[in-house]
């Protein structure tokens, strides 16, 4: 099993491997949307832009299918969410940086601390949009004792088990995956050049895969975000 080293920043610890991917993740974002936003055209849009287009008329369906609405700022929650988890979970699949037992480079949300993070942030952000709506008395009347006190605890229990099942899922599967290409490459080394041959083919095939199971991750998390949202803005 691979190390890291740690990082310290204000008493808080992190993963140097994570930290300098998730700030990779960030900063790619940035850039792309950065370029695509000033260079829009309605006669000739770039491939970005027509891209970017998509990737949020996608988002505003999600939105639609759930919310039965599309504001701005749902589209922006669901959007931001979507683009992180699905870059985060293919950084890792072209090459992993080991030396030595050493891990400098991973897919994000293959750190289990980080798919913790982004669920919280998703269950506070439903809890944060469902007061800006209805007040802050209003949201824990109509969430938490709507049509009765005996739905506390229930409720309780329940985004308990929605903010973990959102984290253990996206973890599980990337982290798996990033396991897997570890141990192909691996296997590659085994018995040169015969091993090659074989493990070549096969790593093209689980990239492939992995791309797919990292697309779909994203698509699931995005849109049971807007499934819990939906749970604390609509009644």
């Known amino acids: 099993m691979e190390e890291t080293p740690i990082v310290k920043f204000f008493g808080l610890s992190f993963n140097f491997n994570t930290l300098i991917a998730t700030l990779f993740v960030v900063a790619l974002i940035t850039v792309l949307c950065l370029l695509v936003s000033r260079r829009l055209s309605v006669n000739h849009p770039s491939k970005f832009q027509v891209l970017m287009e998509i990737i949020i008329e996608f988002v505003e369906g999600i939105c639609d299918a759930n919310l039965g609405q599309h504001q701005t700022v749902y589209v922006v929650l669901g959007l931001t969410f ?32 980080v798919t913790i993070s982004l669920a919280v942030i998703a269950i506070l952000s439903g809890h944060f949009l469902g007061i800006k709506k209805y ?20 409720q309780l229990v329940e985004e308990t088990i ?14 798996a995956g990033e396991v897997l290409v570890g141990l192909i490459a691996k296997f590659a080394m085994i018995l040169i050049p015969f091993t090659w041959a074989l493990a070549i083919p096969l790593q093209f095939v689980w990239q492939g895969f992995s791309v797919f199971i990292g697309a779909i991750q994203a698509y699931i998390f995005t849109t049971l ?9 609509n009644h």
Not at 82 to 103: C, D, K, Q
Not at 139 to 152: D, E, M, R, S
Not at 162 to 175: Q, V
């Open 162 to 175: 929605n903010t973990t099942t959102l984290a253990l899922r996206l973890f599980g599967n990337i982290f």
């Open 82 to 113: 979507f683009l992180f988890v699905f870059i985060s979970n293919l950084i890792g699949l072209p090459f992993l940086l080991v030396s030595e037992h050493v891990s400098f480079w991973r897919s994000p949300t293959a750190d289990p601390i």
């Open 225 to 233: 975000t807007m499934v819990y949202l939906s749970h604390k803005i």
């Open 135 to 154: 007040g802050l008395g209003g949201h824990l009347k109509n969430f938490y004792v709507t049509p009765n006190i005996l739905k506390l605890p229930l």
